[in-house]
């Protein structure tokens, strides 16, 4: 479950969050009793974003910035598919790998994203925004000039601000569903102390491999 409650219908006032709940789960449906999105997802993003009519208008108007840019939507997809593998989100990586896939990207580069250094299928531009996306996500933005050079061959700078900001927006998307344990990423913890069965006699390890 996440991590924060999940609005029913009969609570929504906001008119916006209404159509959303229309149209991604169906008419008169409630998706925090009836979960299930129309694109496969338990849609749990959504009622819980709720609890805060002004993060969830401002996220959705977030997505709009596709319509009208400049950015080749499949190099954008890119992006957040490589934002959403290194931040360990499984929820945006696997939405991601699927709207990639609705574009045409072939099952070879979807494949090699997890390890796209070793990868000989992806272009030179690709490589580079590939780059750049870990060093927006694991470097905090620090870029070496290298990179960067290689996008200004290839790309307008609309083009790059906007694969910058998207790449960005989706970093922090997979952040925020990873803390709440919102959709796939309601997993648990998958590192903790694997402990000595009941009766067992804790030793000094570092006595003993140091042979003391």
Sequence with gaps: MPRLRQVPRAEVTDERILFFYDRLFGPDKDPAVEP???????????????????????????FGVYRNSRLDPLLRELGQC??????????????????????????????????????????DLER???????????????????????????????EIL???????????????SRALRLEFDDRPEPVEEVRIPEGGEV????ADLSGE
């Design 162 to 176: 906007e694969f910058t900001y998207i790449t960005a927006l989706y970093d922090m998307h997979a952040t925020m």
């Design 203 to 206: 030793a000094d390890l570092s």
């Design 82 to 123: 490589r934002a959403g593998y290194a931040r360990g989100s499984q929820f945006v990586f696997s939405q991601h790998c699927k709207q990639m896939r609705s574009l045409g990207a072939s099952e070879e580069k979807i494949a090699a994203i997890p390890s796209w250094q070793l990868a000989d299928c992806f272009s």
């Design 128 to 158: 580079a925004l590939l780059a750049y996306t870990d060093c927006l996500v694991h470097d905090g933005g620090r870029v070496p000039d290298a990179v960067f050079a290689v996008l200004r061959e290839h790309l307008s700078d609309p």
């Design 36 to 62: 299930g999105t129309i694109h496969a997802t338990p849609g749990d993003w959504w009622t819980v974003f709720a609890q805060s009519p002004e993060v969830f208008r401002h996220a959705v108007r977030g």
